[in-house]
C-alpha cells in the first residue's frame, strides 16, 4: 500500500501538507511503512483485530439488538504529534485542570466568581449535575477532578480547540494501553529509529495519585475500584485498570459503610477501604444521598466521605463542570483563577440561554453543531450540515422548549489522519483526548487517545456511534529518548 495517491482534500492533515509533501516529524514511519511487501500492512491488519479479541478489547453498546459487545475499532496508522505541539498542549491542560479545581472548589464554598458576576449564578445553579448536597466538602488537597479525558480538535489551520471537558468518569485510557501494546506486537519495526514518549507507566501512576489522597493518618491505603458491573459500556477498562494497579473490582453491594468507616465484603471478614476509585455516576452513588432507587451505590458512602473516613475519585458533584454551557465560562475561569489568558482555547460556542444567541443559533441551524449540556457518547447532537430539514425542525422545537440546556458551535473542518480503508488510505476525520491525573501534582499521559470517524466525511468519532481508534506517538526531544527501547 502506497501513500501516492493520497489526498489531503483541503483539511488540516496530520501527515502531510496541503501541497502532498510528508510532515517532516512522519517521514521515517512513511518509510517504514512504503518499505512492506505487497499485502503485509493488509496482514498486519488482520492480526490486529485477531489480537482484540483475544485480548478482550471491547465495549457494551446500549440497545443494540445484535449484541451488546463490540470490539473497539483499531487503525493501524499512528497519530504523531512532535514535541513542541506537545508540550503546547500539555501546558493547557495544566492551566485548564487546575482552573476547574478551583471553580468546582470555589462553587461548593464561598461562590466568590458567582458573586463577582464573572460567571451568572443562575447558570450553575439551573445545570441539572449541580449538587447542593457537595457543598462544604473538602476533598484531599482541594482536588475534586482527579481524573479527567479533555476532549481536543484541530481546525482546518491546525489550531488545537478544547471541545469539551470529561470530570465525571471519563473512560478511554485502556485502549491507549492496548492500543500501544498491539502496535507493538504487530508492527515492531515501526519504533525503530523513533523515540516515542511511554504510556505504559498509566496505572503506576493513577495507583499513585490514589493513595496520595487516602484520609489523614492512613500509611498503607487500601484502593478498589468502584463499577455499575459487568453491563456497564466501559466494564473492560473498569477491570483492566484495576488488574494493572493491582486492586479490586467491587460492586456497591460489596460495600458497606459503618461508624469507623467503609469495608469491603470478603471471604475472610470486612477489610477497610480507604480509597474509592468509582467509575460510577453522582446520580447511582449513595441511595441515602442522591436517587433512593439506585441499586448501584452505598447506603452512607456520602457521609463517610464528608466525615473524612474514605476518598472518593472523582469527587461527587464535579460534573457541574462537564455541563457544555458550563463549558464556555472556562476561559473566563482561567483569567479569575489563574490571572492569565488560556492557552488552550474553547471552541466558539454559543449558548441558548442567551436571547441573541438563541435567535442567531435558531436562523443558522444548517451551519452549526447544536448539543445538549449534559448529553455524551455522540447523543443528544445534533450535525446542522448532515441532518435532514425535519431534524432540525425537531431540534429547533427542543432548543426553543429549554433554550438553558442547549449550545450550539460552528462546524469544525476537523483534522484527519490516512486511515486504512479496504486495500488504500483515505483521510478520516479525529479528535484527541488526553488524560490528566491529579493529585498533589498535574500528570498528563503523553499522547491520548486519538478517536477516528471510520464512516467517509462523518465528523462523529464516538465509538458507539462507529468510532475506532489510533495510536497516539508524542515524540520525546530530548537526547536520552534517541535510544531503542524508549516506547512503551
Not at 501541497?19 to 492480526?47: C, F, M, N, W
Not at 470530570?167 to 500501544?180: D, H, I, K, Q
Not at 484527519?416 to 486495500?423: A, F, Q
Request: proline content about 6%; glycine content about 8%.
Amino acid at each position: 500500500m502506497q501513500f501516492s495517491s493520497y489526498e489531503t482534500q483541503g483539511f488540516y492533515d496530520e501527515m502531510f501538507e496541503e501541497d502532498g509533501r510528508p510532515r517532516e516529524h512522519v517521514q521515517l514511519l512513511l518509510d517504514t511503512i512504503q518499505s512492506l511487501s505487497d499485502g503485509q500492512l493488509l496482514r498486519y491488519k488482520h492480526a490486529a483485530e485477531r489480537l482484540l479479541l483475544q485480548m478482550g478489547i471491547t465495549f457494551n453498546v446500549y440497545g443494540d439488538s445484535a449484541g451488546t459487545e463490540r470490539i473497539f475499532p483499531f487503525d493501524l496508522v499512528p497519530r504523531i504529534i512532535p514535541a513542541s505541539e506537545w508540550d503546547y498542549i500539555e501546558r493547557g491542560l495544566k492551566q485548564r485542570i487546575h482552573a476547574l479545581n478551583a471553580f468546582l472548589d470555589d462553587v461548593y464554598h464561598d461562590q466568590k466568581i458567582l458573586k463577582d458576576g464573572t460567571i451568572p449564578a443562575e447558570v450553575v445553579t439551573s445545570a441539572v449535575s449541580y449538587r447542593k448536597e457537595c457543598h462544604g466538602l473538602n476533598p484531599p488537597w482541594g482536588v475534586w477532578c482527579h481524573i479527567t479525558g479533555t476532549d481536543l480538535v484541530r481546525d482546518g489551520n491546525g489550531q488545537y480547540y478544547v471541545l469539551e471537558d470529561n470530570l465525571r468518569v471519563p473512560s478511554g485510557v485502556s485502549y491507549v494501553l492496548e492500543n500501544r501494546e498491539v502496535l507493538k506486537r504487530i508492527f515492531p519495526k515501526v519504533f525503530e529509529g523513533l523515540s516515542v514518549r511511554p504510556v505504559a507507566e498509566y496505572p503506576s501512576r493513577l495507583l499513585a495519585m490514589l493513595e496520595s489522597i487516602a484520609p489523614a493518618g492512613v500509611t498503607d491505603p487500601r484502593v478498589v475500584l468502584l463499577t455499575p458491573g459487568i453491563y456497564n459500556s466501559a466494564y473492560f477498562e473498569h477491570s483492566f485498570l484495576a488488574q494493572q494497579m493491582g486492586v479490586q473490582v467491587v460492586e456497591g453491594r460489596d460495600l458497606a459503610v459503618t461508624r469507623e468507616g467503609v469495608f469491603m465484603r470478603t471471604t475472610r471478614g470486612l477489610q477497610r477501604v480507604d480509597v474509592i476509585y468509582r467509575r460510577v455516576d453522582d446520580d447511582f452513588l449513595d441511595p441515602e444521598t442522591f436517587r433512593p432507587d439506585s441499586l448501584l451505590g452505598v447506603p452512607g458512602l456520602m457521609a463517610a466521605y464528608r466525615a473524612g473516613r474514605v476518598s472518593l475519585a472523582n469527587a461527587p458533584g464535579n460534573g457541574i463542570a462537564d455541563d457544555k454551557v458550563i463549558y464556555a465560562y472556562v476561559p473566563d475561569m482561567i483569567r479569575y483563577y489563574e490571572g492569565a489568558e488560556p492557552i488552550l482555547p474553547n471552541v466558539p460556542t454559543y449558548l441558548c440561554w442567551r436571547g441573541q444567541d438563541r435567535q442567531y443559533v435558531l436562523e443558522h441551524l444548517e451551519d452549526l453543531v447544536v448539543k445538549s449540556a449534559n448529553e455524551s457518547g455522540g447523543y443528544g447532537m445534533l450535525v446542522g450540515p448532515h441532518a435532514t430539514a425535519q431534524q432540525r425542525a425537531e431540534f429547533a422545537v427542543k432548543i426553543k422548549d429549554n433554550p438553558r440546556n442547549f449550545i450550539a458551535q460552528p462546524t469544525l473542518a476537523l483534522s484527519r489522519v490516512p486511515t486504512i480503508v479496504e486495500d488504500h488510505f483515505e483521510g478520516r476525520h479525529v479528535d484527541l483526548r488526553p488524560y490528566v491525573l491529579c493529585g498533589q501534582e498535574i500528570y498528563v499521559l503523553p499522547g491520548g487517545l486519538t478517536r477516528v470517524a471510520m464512516k467517509k466525511g462523518s465528523l462523529v468519532v464516538n465509538s458507539s456511534q462507529g468510532g475506532g481508534s489510533k495510536d497516539t506517538w508524542v515524540l520525546d526531544s530530548s537526547p536520552a529518548g534517541t535510544q531503542q527501547g524508549q516506547v512503551q
